[in-house]
């Protein structure tokens, strides 16, 4: 979940109005400020030491972040800057003389960074946030001028055209709008401080412009504070809403090793970054030095705000268990069908994957703007030395306005310290603006919540919690760490993720592997003989009820003759020949962060499973169908990894039919417990090629 989110829409908008306001007619009056030939600190040819400085400032200042198209060359411009009133395109700032920034005197590029004006006197929206950028020294402008003019290749890229409409393409106007709130004197240093805190407070007031998002605007959309100075400088970093969203209070949030981790890495123990912010991290704060990144750390924590400080325990995360009113309200099945895979059924996530909600701003935030427009949209994780692999949540927008806001009500009572409930309404004002796309699918996943709704809803409600805490409810029946759900996806609602959609109107049906006729009872205790490792449950027990209830329900109008979309776990190519050396490779890049790097699954800090473990003896036996490369691969392929890209509900899928024959090849020939009625096995059928016995 986001901490922030960089984006400049409503600046560009507001100051274009504001400047057509203010300006009038009086274009002849405002003149762009002469340029002052300051010294950039080298002559000639700057140093090496200088431009690698120079290339660190402009870390510290994000420009790649803008100044960078998808795909396109370094700070060679033309990335788009959407706006409801058009486009603005950044430009190009590599040293090429006719396209870039060749032509430019340092004087000329200084003037820019602290006032707005270009070197042919074009005045600059505050997408460009020169209002923070004018408090640098003199010493770092020179050294970014450094690595701007000398360090950089020259890129011959045109410009694109700025595409907005009268009046907001009169940028004239902006001269007053600079008259009115720039202040274009470098940062001075608090003498009753120290000196990392000064540095801290350069960083984020200046090059980090922190404050572009996290500040509140004021009626001409500047930030009300630039430094937390002033009759509203208790307002600054305090928290604004950006677009469609909420860029959270900074001011005393973390500790200071949290804050440094977060800007690191893109992630602590309360929040993972989202929307823009997670270029940010990538491009920008990751590079920063640790001191650097302390001192801004130092500095926020320092600013005065009424909140206790944000320790997590141990004991705290031992202590979390999973609300009762999960099983008792729709948006608590809501939460347990479409979130609780990802962040736990106990909301505390899974540490360096995904994030917990305990503790999490963006869950308890007063403006639930972020938790909204993540749901509709998704995101995904920063890419960092320390986290190289980017994981991504899909987007929910197929889901109704009322069925999210039932989910997010239950998150931000149960997880966010009992914050207020997320209207329909709200949710669907931000689908509007926000317009989020989203793939429609034939497969039709049955909604838990409607549950409730059933003649006996209990029944179904423990059918389906056999289903995802079997391990926990029947653990005389279990002998490892699975749970139907490990294999039967969302407690059996994903499409080709085994699902239990029609199953029952199937059964009784003839299978090679007994060589008979069964039904549903044996079919389930199959299940728990092989892929639980453990012993049947009593056909005529509650429980066993319960599961057929449930599956009964989900069969709903199916008949036996019926072609149910989704069903099974879909096919692979079983031609291929499995190389379980590269399936290794595979499984240490794709699988090993949920299922360890020696098969043994994922425990949280109280022992409890989170992710099974897929060799050893606490994994499925050589019975199971998931024992078998080809069977395994079919699922692998279909339904993991998880979190790899958008696709509704999990993210899930994403290799290549080699990559799955590989990886479970690997993956099923590793030491697991043998199966004891394997040699009643295929009876009079022939045995699949790729059975372990």
Partial sequence: MAMQVKTRKRIVATAGVLAVLLGGGALWLMRAPAVTQQSPGFEGEASADLIARGRYIA????????????????????????????????????PDPETGIGGWSFGEFDRAMRMGVAADNHRLYPAMPYPSYAKMTAEDMGALWAYVSQGLAPVKQENPQTDLGFPFNQRWGLS?????FLNAEPFTPDPTKDAVWNRGAYLVQGLGHCGACHTPRGIGFQEVTMDGTGPKGDQFLSGERVENWNAVNLRNLWTVSDMVRLLKTGQNRFATVSGSMVDVISHSTQHFTDADLTAMAIYMKSLPEDRPDQVESPEDVIAA???????????????????????????????????????NHTISADDPATLVHITLTGGQTAVTA???????????????????????????????????????????????????????????????????????????????????ETRDLLPENVGNDLNCTSCHLNAGTVADGSPYVGVTAFFPTYMPRPGKVIGMEERINGCFQRSMNG??????????????????????????????????????????????????????????????????????????????????DRSFNIGAGMARTYKAAAFVKQNMPIAAHGKFPLGQGGLSDQDAVDVSEYFTHMPRPDFAGKEKDWPTDPKPKDARY
């Fill in 59 to 94: 870390e510290l200042g994000d420009c790649v972040a803008c100044h960078t198209a998808e795909g396109g060359a370094e700070m060679a411009g033309g990335l788009a800057l959407e706006s409801p009133m058009g486009t603005i395109y950044s430009t190009n700032i590599t």
């Fill in 176 to 180: 007053f709008w600079n008259a009115a």
């Fill in 321 to 359: 268990v999973v609300p009762e009113t999960t099983w008792t309200t729709s948006g608590g099945l809501g939460y347990m069908q479409f979130c609780s895979d990802c962040h736990r059924p106990n909301g505390q996530g899974v540490p360096e994957v995904f994030p917990p909600f305990g503790g």
């Fill in 386 to 468: 320390e986290h190289p692999r980017a994981f991504v949540m899909p987007g929910f927008a197929q889901l109704s306005d009322q069925e999210i806001a039932e989910i997010l009500s239950f998150v931000r009572a149960e997880f966010g310290q009992g914050a207020a409930p997320v209207s329909a309404e709200m949710v669907a004002k931000a689908r509007k603006a926000i317009g989020p796309t989203f793939e429609q699918t034939t497969f039709e996943t049955p909604r838990l919540a409607s549950m409730l709704a059933e003649p006996n809803p209990d029944q179904l409600i423990y059918g389906m919690r056999l289903n995802a």
């Fill in 535 to 616: 012993k049947p449950i009593a056909k005529d027990g509650e429980a066993m009820k319960a599961f057929l209830a449930y599956y009964d329900w989900m069969k709903g109008e199916t008949k036996p003759e019926d072609k149910v979309e989704g069903r099974g776990i879909g096919k692979v190519d079983t031609s291929l020949i499995p190389d379980p050396v590269r399936g290794k490779e595979i499984y240490v890049a794709q699988c090993a962060a949920c299922h360890g790097a020696e098969g043994e699954g994922l425990t949280d800090a109280a022992g409890r499973v989170v992710y099974p473990p897929l060799w050893g």
